[in-house]
């Protein structure tokens, strides 16, 4: 914990030593609340560490004045226009973020929008691939199946352009739902999020050579349903392939050999090294295949085709920008400060069942309850959280809690960090485990 009479050159030499090096990184750990919300222009920094995650100073009255070293290392003594198209952080208040996402939009003169659905089947890397399009993580991500409980929606806004990212759960059958007694959302909120699709966006993990082969019951069928709404495959995790010719045998089991109402030239199936976007993969030629098919294990309706890993900047690039092109003319639906719709304690909840599902065995996270104690601000502006974490065994209460507390402690402080890059605040967040009675 940092003293507080430390002194200025102190600090400074902290702040050199875990900040990003250059401006451009500099300016990705800082935003500026909107003005909309009716209070004073503010600048919040963030500085990481175990307990201590930095100041936050108020720009109208900064004490190093507006052209001082400190601002001039960090590279903000002069004004750039380039941040207003910077990832904005999330408000750490709830009655802010609503208000942010009530407020009316900042649109240019001609603006263009579009919504996209996320669609595929559990644990595919929908929500990896979200963070990384948004630019910020805001959804919960995890190796295990479920991690997204219900839709989430994450905003893209560049220029005069808003992508609105829907999020939804892994499409599984009312079956499954009911054996494991999962929520109804997760049957629900895809369908519903299809209503409003202006495209869709369908994920394969290409890795999994278990289901790679063909596309999920209810994924065909939700395609089917809503066959009027544009599509595009997204065939994900190919960095994770050995062999890259394998796509040739996917590409053409996933399209059924159609892709933009053209039959596939087999040779041109893989993508070169130089670009992840396969426009090129169709040639000339009707499409015959009947949507009624009930052996279908494609779909041959899809505009498009990307093969990419959701973890590589570059390859997601080129899937945004595609996004940015398709959206149309039409007014925003939110304000250009809105990166998401849920509110400040629903993603610290859903960032702590994160870990759980991380680190926890087997079917033990799927039994903790969630329930959040505390939330405040401090008087120097730090964000104070207490959860509680139920647990109905007392077996499950000792994994939760580590040998000598280890592992919960090992949580929180890795969700602290998460929540630092939400916020763009100091977060001190308390975990706590009890027994259900």
């Known amino acids: 914990m940092a003293a507080p009479g430390r002194s200025g050159a102190a600090l400074l030499r902290t702040v050199i030593g875990v900040w990003p090096p250059g401006p451009d990184a500099a300016r990705e750990w800082v935003t500026r609340l909107p003005s909309l919300l009716g209070s004073q222009q503010r600048c919040v920094s963030c500085v990481s560490g175990p307990a201590f995650f930095g100041p936050r100073l108020a720009s109208a009255s900064r004490p190093n ?9 960090l590279g903000l003594s002069q004004p750039d226009s380039s941040l207003n198209f910077r990832v904005p952080a999330v408000c750490m208040h709830r009655d802010e973020q609503d208000l942010l996402l009530v407020h009316r939009p900042d649109m240019p003169e ?20 979200s963070n990384q399009l948004l630019g910020r993580k805001v959804f919960p991500v995890s190796q295990k199946v479920h991690t997204t409980r219900s839709q989430a929606l994450g905003v893209i806004t560049e220029k005069e ?4 990212l829907l999020d939804t759960p892994g499409l599984i059958s009312p079956a499954k739902q009911k054996r494991h007694h999962l929520e109804l959302s997760l049957l629900e909120d895809p369908w519903k999020s299809m209503e ?16 790679r082969n063909q596309l999920s019951p209810q ?19 190919v960095d994770c392939l050995k062999q890259k010719s394998v ?8 399209t059924e050999g159609v892709v933009n109402g053209k039959k596939l030239k087999t040779r041109q199936a893989v993508c070169s ?15 015959t295949l009947s949507m009624g098919d009930p052996q279908r294990i494609g779909w041959p309706h899809f505009q498009e085709i990307f093969m990419l890993s959701a973890l590589s900047q570059e390859d997601v690039k080129t899937l945004k920008q595609y996004l940015l092109a398709q959206a149309q003319p039409g007014p925003w639906e939110f304000h250009s400060g809105v990166l998401t719709s849920q509110t400040p304690e629903e993603i610290c909840a859903n960032m702590i069942r994160e870990k759980l599902l991380e680190y926890l065995p087997q079917e033990v996270p799927y039994n903790v309850q969630q329930k959040t104690v505390t939330w405040e601000e401090g008087p120097n502006g730090k964000l104070m959280i207490e959860q509680k974490l139920l647990v109905p065994k007392e077996s499950h209460m000792r994994i939760l809690i580590g040998p000598k507390g280890h592992l919960i402690s090992q949580m929180a402080q890795e969700v602290g960090r998460d929540l630092m890059n939400i916020f763009l605040c100091e977060v001190q967040l308390r975990l706590s485990v009890k027994l259900l009675k």
Do not use: Y
């Open 273 to 287: 090294q130089q670009s992840n976007h396969c426009p090129s993969l169709a040639a000339k030629g009707p499409n």
């Open 196 to 211: 409003s699709a202006d495209l869709v966006v369908v994920l394969v993990d290409v890795s999994d050579k278990w289901t």
């Open 247 to 254: 796509l040739l045998e996917l590409t053409a089991a996933l």
């Open 161 to 164: 352009t808003q992508v609105i």
């Open 65 to 73: 004045g507006q052209n001082s070293a400190l601002d001039c290392f």
């Open 219 to 237: 994924v065909l069928q939700c395609l089917t349903h809503f066959s009027q709404v544009p599509s595009i495959l997204v065939m994900n995790k």
């Open 110 to 129: 001609n603006p263009r929008v579009l919504r996209v659905v996320l669609l595929g089947a559990p644990n595919v890397g929908k929500s990896t691939l």
